[in-house]
């Protein structure tokens, strides 16, 4: 039987080797999905599986991709989408003008950046739109570079720009290079503090909800400085910001949230 305390010399151990703070997640959550992993890979132990994971190249990267929770799909919730497309592009356009500064933060497979690009597409030509697309996670950033994606990945997209911008490859569908060129992948840790400025617009979704609540809160509040005035942060329909207002975020509505300009 582990014990509380091998868990947590476990987390430490994590900390050094990866930079990744486990004790910002759910405990109770990530540890029975680090149990399996470790149960799966057949070692008697945490102690063990570090020894692993300082060794084996492979063993490392897979978990790695394990911890970042990577179910991604394009043109998610569209609705919210279709309110993008509408209201907020346009609102953003006028604001700031077409040159927009956007970041995809936790972007998983590239399916919420390569949505915004289609999105904003409709608005301005793609050779003036750049998106900056960050995740944790080295081996989902390669496949979102690849940009091959299942037929259940892009159902949601409208139909006149999966046409236009996909191809279809044995079961799989290609995203076209006009649209994978418009986006720039980085590494990045949402617990790190090195936050760019000045974005117009910042899309984070569906990830946070992994994260514990002191987490979160220090993640919206570093979003929050990294917004322009004006600029506005798009999450996921599982989140909700409660103390909008304590960190000075207007909300537009539930999915969308404004920091006012000075």
């Not at 990945?153 to 995203?175: R, W």
């Not at 993640?219 to 910001?241: D, H, M, N």
Request: net charge positive; charged share 25%.
């Amino acid at each position: 039987m582990v014990t509380a305390y091998d868990y947590e010399k476990f987390k430490s151990a994590v900390l050094t080797l990866t930079k990744i703070d486990l004790n910002a997640y759910k405990e109770k959550q990530m540890k029975r999905r680090i149990d399996s992993l470790i149960a799966k890979n057949g070692v008697k132990g945490y102690e063990p599986y570090v020894q692993l994971l300082k060794t084996n190249k492979e063993k490392f990267e897979e978990f790695i991709n394990f911890l970042t929770i990577n179910v991604s799909e394009f043109y998610r919730n569209p609705d919210q989408w279709k309110l993008l497309e509408s209201q907020i592009i346009p609102e953003l356009i006028t604001k700031f003008g077409k040159n927009l500064k956007i970041w995809s933060a936790a972007c998983s497979t590239g399916d919420e950046p390569y949505s915004l690009v289609m999105a904003l597409s409709r608005h301005i030509p793609l050779s003036q739109i750049h998106i900056t697309a960050t995740d944790l996670d080295k081996q989902v950033i390669a496949k979102a570079k690849v940009g091959l994606y299942s037929a259940k990945s892009i159902a949601a997209v409208p139909e006149d720009l999966k046409k236009k911008y996909f191809t279809k490859i044995g079961l799989s569908y290609q995203i076209s290079n006009e649209i994978k060129s418009r986006v720039e992948f980085r590494e990045h840790n949402l617990l790190d503090n090195n936050y760019a400025k000045g974005y117009h617009m910042i899309v984070c979704r569906n990830v946070l909800i992994y994260f514990t609540e002191e987490a979160k809160d220090e993640v919206f509040r570093k979003f929050y400085s990294s917004l322009a005035p004006g600029g506005i942060l798009f999450i996921g329909s599982t989140e909700q910001i409660i103390n909008y207002r304590d960190i000075g975020y207007n909300r537009k509505n539930s999915f969308y949230y404004e920091r006012p300009k000075n």
